[in-house]
């Protein structure tokens, strides 16, 4: 179906159900040139991402993690937002959107104007000391890392979805990880829930409570083969609410849509905004 033809059908889902819970996931950034995690079959592009535990439990791991982060962090760090980052900005102003929940790390829908925003997994330009539980920027600790290790700025690998790069085949035994500016002592992460790790309760019940007052849900970009995200989609069957949904290939909420496009995202939602004149 071409963008046109599915615009029109979004326009009258968006336009019949809202205020709308909208929930997005890594396709919806992948025209901001950050890549996405899994293929129109649903399965890993890539190697998993790091476990919380594999990340806490050894010095060697978080070295490999930071000496990554540092070489990905200068195409992250300067991604913008997308066409779809833009409408959603568009119809959050035009009362179409009570709650955009994001499984994306990137801040790019804040970037773009939406402001009823929840970064379901937090968001990977804060850096948290998991000792004293100081927050600061991740630009900052870009400037320490690159002082500390000078010769792996010169570096450069494909960017990978996380934020760090496919870096392979180096002696990560030999990056040096600063230590908490406040603190002194305290392993460094970035401030995002990780493989292994909970999403904060609170952050879920405000979702499940937005739900709940909702009149539709919208997925965007998303495959919804993790559990963190397609916990809202069992939410809405339950509360017996209409679910549409723009993804390119399968997804673990397919038998709930009662519709669902596979068309350009970025189009899709373009043409549908120009149809509800947002």
Known sequence: MNPLEAGAQLAEFIAGHSPLVVLTGAGVSTASGIPDYRDVNGQWKRAQPVTFQAFMG??????????????????????????????????????RVELLITQNVDGLHEAAGSSR????????????????????SRASWQDALVDLNPDWAQLSALSAPDGDADLEAVDFSRFVIPACPHCGVGVLKPDVVFYGESVPRARVEQCLDAIRAARGVLVLGSSLMVYSGYRFILAAQEAGLPIAAVNQGVTRGDAAFSLKLGSDLGQTLQAAASILHC
């Open 58 to 95: 050894a010095e060697v791991t978080r070295q490999r993690y930071w000496a990554r982060s540092l070489v990905g962090w200068r195409t992250f760090g300067q991604a913008r937002p997308g066409p779809a980052h833009t409408v959603l900005a568009q119809l959050e102003r035009a009362g």
């Open 117 to 136: 925003v929840v970064d379901l997994h937090g968001r990977l330009d804060t850096v948290r000391c998991m000792g004293c539980e100081a927050r600061f």
